[in-house]
């Protein structure tokens, strides 16, 4: 299936690793131009090293801290100078501690909110304009399961990614009519160095082996095993695309089934 992203410029945030690089790899094998963004410089270039060797593409990478609105300004404004206006937003971001609620400080709640939903806003405030411009664009916000089903012990990710949800939602009916649309995709347990951090949590609360923690996940999941990040790389890729042109506000889960919800 061809979904006409060739010659489209896709902005990745936190596409080091995990699952924003798994998203970085599909849009560039489909043939996007694209920004990466990351924290950590080195790791960062690593990755956009072994994409660009690879890529059909142009790919750009910018270090930055997206909690800092200044920052975001600077990825897309290096983002356009090297590659173009951006027609494709991937907003993500790592999670934050897991925890109870009265393990988390305000300091905390206040990154959280920084980091998880101020990011994305300030992304989409600096792209969107020139999306209404050439009336064409589609945003993905990156999410979680926990969205629909609450994961105990995540309250921030909880709480924070939730409101993502909310935002994304009122602004696809917002911006429908320009060309662009806006989609979350709800990551389940996948592959990747988060999850591996929260088995080894859980592991110590329970006094079992990280593995055995894992395991207790793969049991709740029909599928009986974790998401492996292309698996969720693809569904981004498609909702990104020409194809999904009439896709819109919605939340997608990658899960292998573990929501139990009838919608």
């Known amino acids: 299936m061809d979904l006409g992203l060739t010659g489209r410029v896709a902005l990745v945030a936190a596409s080091s690793k995990g699952l924003g690089r798994a ?17 950590g410089a080195d790791a960062l270039e690593a990755a956009a090293k072994e994409i660009r060797d690879g ?4 790919v750009h990478a910018v270090a930055a801290d997206l909690t800092d609105p200044r920052e975001v300004e600077r990825v897309v404004d ?11 937003l991937v907003t993500n971001t790592g999670g934050p501690p897991a925890g109870p609620f009265e393990s988390h400080s305000p300091d ?19 792209v969107l304009p020139g999306m209404r411009e050439r009336k064409w664009g589609r945003i993905v916000n990156v999410t979680s399961i926990a969205v629909k089903q609450p994961v105990d012990g995540l ?35 996948t592959r990747t160095e988060r999850v591996e951090q929260l088995a080894r949590r859980n592991a110590e609360l329970k006094g079992i082996t990280a593995e055995e923690a894992a ?49």
């Open 23 to 39: 998203v970085a790899e599909e849009l560039a094998a489909e043939g996007c131009d694209l920004v990466m963004c990351a924290r």
């Open 55 to 58: 890529a059909r593409g142009r």
């Open 78 to 88: 290096e983002g356009r100078q090297a590659v173009g206006e951006i027609d494709v």
């Open 108 to 126: 905390a709640w206040d990154l959280a909110v920084r980091q998880n939903l101020g990011s994305v806003l300030n992304l989409v405030r600096a």
């Open 155 to 189: 309250i921030l990710s909880n709480s924070v990614r939730a409101a993502v949800t909310g935002f994304a939602r009122t602004l696809a009916n917002e911006v429908a009519e320009a060309g662009i649309t806006v989609n979350n995709v709800m990551p389940g347990y």
């Open 215 to 263: 395991q207790g996940w793969v049991r709740e999941i029909p599928m009986r095993r974790l998401g492996e990040p292309r698996e969720f790389a693809a569904m981004v890729a498609f909702l990104c695309s020409e194809r999904a042109s009439y896709v819109t506000g919605q939340s997608v889960a990658v899960d292998g089934g573990w929501i139990r919800s009838v919608l």
